[in-house]
Structures are given as C-alpha cells and as structure tokens.
C-alpha cells in the first residue's frame, strides 16, 4: 500500500514538472510576442520595417538579466526563428540559453529586453550551431532605430546580426560582444517530444506537428515582421 501512495505521489509531482516546464515555454513565446509587439509600436524607437523585413532570422529574449560590478554577467532564456526563402514566412521556434561574462566599467543591474535580427549567410552559420559567441562567429552591432533609419540605404545588409535592447533599469555599459547562445535542447526536447536541435528545427524541416502557442508566436511574428515584398 506504501508503495502504491509513493508511486502515485511520484506519479503526480513528475507531472507536475512537466506541466510547468511546458507553461514555461508557453509564457517565453508569449512574452516574445509581446516584446516585439512593444518595440515595433513605440513611435521614432521602433525597429526599421526595411531592416526588419530582409531579416534572415530573429532572436529574442525577454527579460535577459544582466548584472555586475567591474566584471559584469547576464544570463537569459529565448527563442528564435528562421525565414523561408520560399514563403517569406518565420517558421517554428528553437528555444535557446543566453549567458557570458564583460569587462569594464559597469555597476548595478537590470533586466533587458533583447532582440537580434540576422542579416547575413555567415549570421545564419553562426545560429545554426549547437553554440555560437556574438562577436566571434558572428559580428554583432548596434540596429538603427525610428522612420529616419529608413531612408539610410547604406546601413541594409551592411552588418551580420543587428541588436536592439530596451532596458527596465539602471546600467553603465552595456556590450553583447562575447555573449555566448546556447541551444536549450532540454526546452526543445519537452516543447516538441523529440531531441530536436537548431538545425532540425529551423532548417531541416522536421517540425511536423506544433503546439498552439507556437503557431500563435509565429502568426504574430509574421505579422509584425513581414518580408519584403519583391518587385515585379
């Protein structure tokens, strides 16, 4: 009898953890939307819809913590998606880890927002990897933001991954540059049921069945980042 109460007890709390790491998921694809849905509707902060449109792939991560005192550390979770060359369309999300280390003068914390738009072949490399490290396998800067980025010509294509970040506090020196993203292959396994990595999920097709609340986050990325639309 004994056995039978802790099998069930067991039962019950490993279900339990399941279904809180997959509200987890849920409420980061969520708040991508949301982060998103913010910045592109700020008025002369948003992201140039020219920029964003020709984007290959968009990262997010909402609420990236960073923090620090001379030697500063973040740490975040989030998510990214790949557009179809054929379609124009984002497609499934991966689930990524956000961590690294920075030097120089910096004090106190906060949480950001960030958001990476990749422009180029060598970017996409860089994503497609198990790990990458902005400004190694990849060179990352600042994006241009509001209307007048639009009519710059010069500033399309010219960089690998543009990133834009919105803080809710208080930091002295902020830098990406030596950021390593990780796959969060633990998040893929549980979202998706199968030990899918970044390539399987965003280049190789093998997403055949996707959550609700995968299809919502990439209706409304796809809403708020539509492709170019080609000249006839």
Same mark, same amino acid.
């Given at each position: 009898?004994?056995?039978?109460?802790?099998?069930?007890?067991?039962?019950?709390?490993?279900?339990?953890?399941?279904? $809180?790491?997959?509200?987890?998921?849920?409420k980061l694809l969520r708040?991508?939307? =949301?982060?998103?849905?913010?910045?592109?509707?700020?008025?002369?902060?948003?992201?140039?819809?020219?920029?964003? =449109?020709?984007?290959?792939?968009?990262?997010?991560?909402?609420?990236?913590?960073?923090?620090?005192?001379?030697?500063?550390?973040?740490?975040?979770?989030?998510?990214?998606?790949?557009? =179809?060359?054929?379609?124009?369309?984002?497609?499934p999300p991966t689930f990524?880890?956000?961590?690294?280390?920075?030097?120089?003068?910096?004090?106190?914390?906060?949480?950001?927002?960030?958001?990476?738009?990749?422009?180029?072949?060598?970017?996409?490399?860089?994503?497609?990897?198990?790990?990458?490290?902005?400004?190694?396998?990849?060179?990352?800067?600042?994006?241009?933001?509001?209307?007048?980025?639009?009519? &710059? $010509?010069?500033?399309?294509?010219?960089?690998?991954?543009?990133? !834009?970040?919105? =803080?809710?506090?208080?930091?002295?020196?902020?830098?990406?540059?030596?950021?390593?993203?990780? &796959?969060?292959?633990? &998040?893929?396994?549980?979202? !998706?049921?199968?030990?899918?990595?970044?390539?399987?999920?965003?280049?190789?097709?093998?997403?055949?069945?996707?959550?609700?609340?995968?299809?919502?986050?990439?209706?409304?990325?796809?809403?708020?980042?539509? $492709?170019?639309?080609?000249?006839?």
């Amino acid at each position: 009898m004994k056995k039978m109460v802790l099998f069930i007890l067991l039962l019950s709390f490993c279900s339990a953890n399941v279904q $809180a790491e997959e509200d987890e998921r849920r409420k980061l694809l969520r708040d991508s939307v =949301s982060v998103m849905e913010e910045i592109m509707n700020t008025p002369d902060q948003e992201i140039p819809t020219e920029l964003i =449109s020709q984007a290959r792939a968009i990262l997010i991560f909402p609420t990236l913590i960073k923090a620090g005192f001379m030697l500063g550390g973040r740490y975040g979770k989030g998510v990214a998606s790949l557009r =179809s060359k054929k379609t124009g369309k984002f497609g499934p999300p991966t689930f990524l880890v956000q961590s690294g280390l920075s030097f120089g003068f910096q004090i106190g914390a906060e949480a950001v927002d960030l958001v990476l738009l990749v422009m180029t072949e060598r970017g996409l490399e860089g994503l497609l990897k198990d790990k990458f490290t902005l400004g190694a396998d990849a060179a990352v800067s600042a994006g241009p933001i509001g209307r007048h980025a639009e009519a &710059a $010509a010069d500033i399309m294509m010219q960089g690998e991954i543009y990133s !834009y970040s919105r =803080s809710k506090g208080a930091f002295a020196g902020i830098s990406f540059k030596g950021t390593v993203i990780t &796959a969060d292959e633990d &998040a893929n396994n549980s979202y !998706y049921g199968q030990p899918f990595k970044s390539k399987d999920i965003l280049l190789r097709g093998k997403v055949k069945k996707l959550p609700q609340s995968g299809q919502r986050f990439i209706k409304g990325l796809n809403t708020l980042a539509p $492709a170019k639309r080609k000249k006839k």
